[in-house]
């Protein structure tokens, strides 16, 4: 049951972190960076769930650690946006066009409220170090993966 608990407060400590940062540091997400939370919160359940079910425990522990798997290909799919290996298909990650032919009101109506960036635009947490988010999050999701696995692989089938 602790190795569910902890895996649920790091699964649920990913987003958290990541709003945190929003607010503490001024790091503007975009539509990726969303994305990248919604699988936390799933694993967070789950894993919730692994602790209260002993019966199910072990598929839980494995569901939870797919849900990391997932936020990690989703920053891992950021990370080529960021590195301009190939364009993201999400319309809200591309930066508003400006056309002179445009009124104002088709160009208000052009802007979104959120997100606030292009998701081309990599946002780095520590000056210095050439790890944006995304990166951080790839490497914090897959080292949560092998945890939830690792600990599922324990639990008695």
Known sequence: MA???L????????P???????SVWGLAPCELCLWQRAPYWAACA??????AWPARRRALLWAAGAGCALSAAIAAFH???EWRWWPSPL??????TLNAAQSLEE???????LP??????????????PLSMAGMNLIYGLGLAALAARRAAKEPR
């Open 3 to 5: 190795g569910a608990l």
């Open 7 to 14: 895996i649920a407060l790091l699964a649920g400590f990913a």
């Open 46 to 51: 789950l894993a919730l769930a692994a602790a």
């Open 116 to 129: 606030t960036r292009p998701c081309d635009e990599p946002a780095f947490l520590l000056p210095g170090l």
């Open 107 to 113: 160009m208000m109506a052009a802007l979104r409220p």
């Open 79 to 81: 990370l080529g946006v």
């Open 16 to 22: 958290a972190f990541a709003r945190l940062s929003e």
């Open 91 to 96: 319309a809200g990650c591309q930066a508003p």
